[in-house]
């Protein structure tokens, strides 16, 4: 049995995760997302990566966990996934000819020696200016409900931007690999070693 796990039910976190070729076992945490009041978006997105992968961690000794959870920030809002297609419209039409800041949390928990870590990487969106009718044939052909800020990076999304920035691209989509990497290594597991240990 694969001794890392990831604490995502999300296909997109999944098909990051395989770019690595580390087996791997996932599974879904239930957990209640709300912000606490006053919570920083960066203290949300520690706050839940961290639950989740400690909720799948309860039923994986010995294993590595990697939890993850992602939110956009606009105008002082904390917004995640939309839920329906009218709201995914409004955000993307608040979104529209402006920056937008995605947040994406990383936990990674060693239940062999209970340790973990945890941290955050950003990335920013300069959307473009969009049409009503774009907004709407986006919402409609893609369905990026389940998606924090209302569009997904791995599809039509990257036709919403004028311009992208930070460390690495696959933080908007889910899953920090780079930051992944690093924390897997220093947890004793390299994507590029022997992985004879774990």
């Not at 957990?31 to 006053?38: H, M, S, V």
């Not at 105008?75 to 937008?100: C, E, M, N, W, Y």
């Not at 409900?145 to 569009?151: Q, R, V």
């Not at 990257?158 to 690999?177: Q, R, S, W, Y």
Request: hydrophobic share 40%.
């Amino acid at each position: 049995m694969p001794r890392l796990v990831l604490a995502s039910g999300s296909r997109w976190r999944r098909q990051l995760l395989d770019r690595l070729g580390l087996p791997y076992a996932w599974a879904s945490p239930d957990i209640d997302e709300t912000p606490l009041p006053g919570e920083t978006p960066e203290a949300l997105v520690h706050r839940l990566a961290l639950a989740k992968a400690s909720r799948v961690a309860e039923a994986h000794p010995e294993h590595l966990v990697i939890g993850s959870d992602q939110v956009a920030v606009f105008d002082g809002d904390i917004l995640g996934k939309p839920g329906d297609a009218a709201t995914a419209r409004i955000q993307l039409a608040r979104f529209s000819g402006h920056r937008v800041t995605f947040l994406t949390g990383l936990a990674l928990i060693d239940t062999r020696n209970a340790r973990h870590w945890v941290c955050h990487e950003r990335y920013d969106a300069l959307f473009r200016r969009l049409t009503d009718s774009e907004i709407a044939r986006y919402v409609e052909r893609e369905q990026p409900l389940d998606s924090a800020g209302s569009f997904r990076m791995e599809g039509l999304g990257i036709a919403l931007f004028e311009k992208l920035e930070g460390d690495d691209p696959n933080t908007l989509i889910g899953l920090p690999l780079i930051r992944l990497c690093a924390l897997l290594r220093e947890a004793g597991l390299d994507p590029l070693g022997d992985q004879g240990s774990w």
